[in-house]
């Protein structure tokens, strides 16, 4: 009978590097930018955002977005049309948010990162209306099985993150705005 010895140093290494991984601390006390990864994930802006929409900010968006629209359906259009897989998975990349964002953005005359906040902040604001039943939008919630943060956000008026000037424009261009994020949504939308 032969006996195998293990190397016990490097056996002890690997052990001691999983324990020590796994008492890593994991209560990160630095600041995430905007637009981080916790933020993208709510649907309403950010309360230390300083946009302040206007006539002009809020056509801004109703061209991006109508470009956007645009851009989706020439997509799903050479998507429908495509002759093998790889110009299919193309033309479906070319609807996704990233390749249509920067074609928004110049539309509206825009940095990518301006039309970005701006876009956010509008899209959070009617979703969240959509939720609350406030827009005859295409998004619904079971709000029994939603989490408690997302009932609060939800409870929430979507405009208190915005300045009375920048509420009061949003509100007077919703009967133009509404209609065009209503197409986009549905657009986009995974049965789209």
């Known amino acids: 009978m032969t006996t195998r010895r293990y190397p016990a140093v490097p056996i002890t290494a690997a052990i001691l590097l ?3 991984a796994g008492c890593a601390d994991t209560n990160d006390k630095r600041t995430h930018p905007a637009g981080s990864v916790d933020e993208r994930g709510t649907a309403t802006p ?6 302040e929409l206007t006539s002009n900010t809020l056509n801004a968006y109703e061209s991006g977005l109508k470009k956007e629209i645009e851009a989706v359906r020439a997509a799903q259009q050479r ?11 193309e033309a479906i990349q070319a609807s996704f948010e990233h390749a249509t964002i920067p ?10 990162e301006q039309y ?3 876009r956010e902040t509008l899209n959070g604001i009617f979703r969240t209306l959509d939720f609350q039943g406030q827009i005859d939008g295409p998004l619904s919630m079971d ?3 939603a989490d408690a943060a997302t009932k609060e ?9 915005l300045s009375p000037e920048s509420a009061a424009a949003l509100r007077a261009q919703m009967d133009r705005l509404v ?6 949504v549905s657009l986009t939308a995974v049965a789209g």
């Open 18 to 20: 999983i324990v020590s």
């Open 46 to 51: 950010s309360p230390t955002r300083a946009l």
């Open 79 to 89: 998507s429908g049309t495509a002759t093998n897989a790889r110009e299919r998975g």
């Open 103 to 112: 074609q928004g953005a110049a539309a509206a005359g825009l940095s990518v």
């Open 116 to 118: 970005r906040e701006l």
């Open 143 to 145: 709000l029994s099985r």
């Open 153 to 161: 956000r939800l409870a929430r008026d979507p405009f208190a993150d």
């Open 179 to 184: 209609p065009i994020w209503i197409e986009y």
